[in-house]
């Protein structure tokens, strides 16, 4: 890996701040970080992992680009687009001068399809590595439940159950969460979107999905202009199994859950992504799989990931470049527009 790494981030707010702390407790020295900032407006501390009163500028020596048509000056390696998700792919052509680059996109792909074509123009013109930030494929509940499927010893599976329940108030207690990009059409708001990950985990698990039917609401008394509920059915084929999978999604819950239920032949499986426990289920016996409650380490398990793609100047499988990112946005899409 080089002695210095170039990296340029699009979007400095809870998820850009995550990312770029866990780079540097990762690269320690051995890395330079940009952001670019059209408006010179005050950048607000919003992680967990620093005090409010930190300067993140400062502290992380972040050097400011004003003028993208700058950024290829500087002989960038690597480029975080975490802004908000209407905004994704538009940022990468906009950087129509760089060629042969490592890109981590924040999950998920963009808000729409629009830009796709486009996109992918350029990105196989320029020859650019894309890599699309999907963080629970990394939590260790669900690297549990792929071992557990694929050992195959609990026979056909009937049905799956994805649910994440949350409050959007709670998301970042500092902001005011009517000004954030979940709770604005225009910025790619929305449970369905801001919840990919469950769409995405399906994917993942089953490899395949085909959606029956949903349904989106705005039932809470959230002040946001896009929905806050939505239920959708599915059909998945796994291992000879046809599977029923249920996604059931909320930003109104007071109590925060996140969990996989699977019902097979011979037993359940069920992963609390919020206790870090599996459960496995038979007849007679119950087994239980904990693991250490720390929800930074699949985001710093994801970073080191990419950096040991780029670190050996491979490019990223379709397992988790823009190709996977467009099957889970396109179904996520469906749901949102199956009212």
């Given at each position: 890996?080089?002695?210095?790494?170039?990296?340029?981030?699009?979007?400095?707010?809870?998820?850009?701040?995550?990312?770029?702390?866990?780079?540097?407790?990762?690269?320690?020295?051995?890395?330079?970080?940009?952001?670019?900032?059209?408006?010179?407006?005050?950048?607000?501390?919003?992680?967990?992992?620093?005090?409010?009163?930190?300067?993140?500028?400062?502290?992380?020596?972040?050097?400011?680009?004003?003028?993208?048509?700058?950024?290829?000056?500087?002989?960038?390696?690597?480029?975080?687009?975490?802004?908000?998700?209407s905004l994704h792919l538009n940022t990468i052509l906009s950087l129509k001068n760089l060629k042969n680059k490592y890109i981590f996109i924040e999950k998920p792909l963009d808000?729409?399809?629009?830009?796709?074509?486009?996109?992918?123009?350029?990105?196989?013109?320029?020859?650019?590595?894309?890599?699309?930030?999907?963080?629970?494929?990394?939590?260790?509940?669900?690297?549990?439940?792929?071992?557990?499927?694929?050992?195959?010893?609990?026979?056909?599976?009937?049905?799956?159950?994805?649910?994440?329940?949350?409050?959007?108030?709670?998301?970042?207690?500092?902001?005011?969460?009517?000004?954030?990009?979940?709770?604005?059409?225009?910025?790619?708001?929305?449970?369905?979107?801001?919840?990919?990950?469950?769409?995405?985990?399906?994917?993942?698990?089953?490899?395949?999905?085909?959606?029956?039917?949903?349904?989106?609401d705005h039932l809470s008394n959230l002040i946001i202009n896009v929905e806050d509920f939505s239920v959708s059915v599915f059909k998945n084929n796994f291992l000879g199994s046809?599977?029923?999978?249920?996604?059931?999604?909320?930003?109104?819950?007071?109590?925060?859950?996140?969990?996989?239920?699977?019902?097979?032949?011979?037993?359940?499986?069920?992963?609390?992504?919020?206790?870090?426990?599996?459960?496995?289920?038979?007849?007679?016996?119950?087994?239980?799989?904990?693991?250490?409650?720390?929800?930074?380490?699949?985001?710093?398990d994801e970073v080191k990931f990419f950096l040991k793609v780029f670190k050996d100047k491979k490019i990223f499988t379709n397992e988790c470049n823009h190709i996977n990112a467009?099957?889970?946005?396109?179904?996520?899409?469906?749901?949102?527009?199956?009212?």
């Amino acid at each position: 890996m080089k002695n210095n790494i170039k990296i340029l981030f699009f979007g400095l707010g809870s998820i850009g701040q995550r990312h770029l702390i866990n780079l540097h407790g990762i690269l320690n020295k051995k890395v330079t970080f940009y952001a670019y900032r059209s408006k010179k407006r005050k950048l607000a501390m919003n992680t967990i992992a620093e005090k409010k009163t930190v300067n993140i500028i400062k502290k992380y020596k972040i050097k400011i680009i004003r003028d993208i048509n700058k950024i290829a000056n500087e002989d960038i390696d690597i480029i975080f687009i975490t802004n908000p998700s209407s905004l994704h792919l538009n940022t990468i052509l906009s950087l129509k001068n760089l060629k042969n680059k490592y890109i981590f996109i924040e999950k998920p792909l963009d808000a729409s399809l629009a830009s796709y074509q486009k996109f992918n123009k350029l990105i196989n013109k320029n020859k650019l590595k894309i890599f699309v930030g999907y963080n629970l494929r990394f939590h260790q509940c669900v690297k549990k439940v792929q071992k557990i499927l694929h050992e195959n010893k609990l026979g056909k599976i009937y049905q799956s159950t994805f649910v994440y329940g949350d409050n959007l108030r709670n998301w970042h207690k500092d902001e005011d969460y009517r000004t954030g990009y979940a709770a604005n059409k225009k910025l790619g708001g929305g449970i369905v979107l801001s919840s990919i990950h469950e769409f995405d985990l399906m994917l993942a698990l089953f490899r395949n999905a085909k959606i029956i039917k949903s349904y989106n609401d705005h039932l809470s008394n959230l002040i946001i202009n896009v929905e806050d509920f939505s239920v959708s059915v599915f059909k998945n084929n796994f291992l000879g199994s046809k599977i029923v999978s249920i996604i059931s999604l909320n930003f109104f819950q007071i109590n925060k859950e996140r969990y996989i239920k699977i019902i097979c032949e011979k037993g359940e499986i069920l992963a609390d992504l919020i206790n870090f426990h599996v459960f496995i289920k038979t007849k007679n016996k119950t087994e239980k799989f904990s693991y250490k409650k720390n929800n930074n380490l699949m985001y710093q398990d994801e970073v080191k990931f990419f950096l040991k793609v780029f670190k050996d100047k491979k490019i990223f499988t379709n397992e988790c470049n823009h190709i996977n990112a467009l099957k889970s946005l396109k179904l996520a899409l469906k749901v949102k527009s199956n009212h």
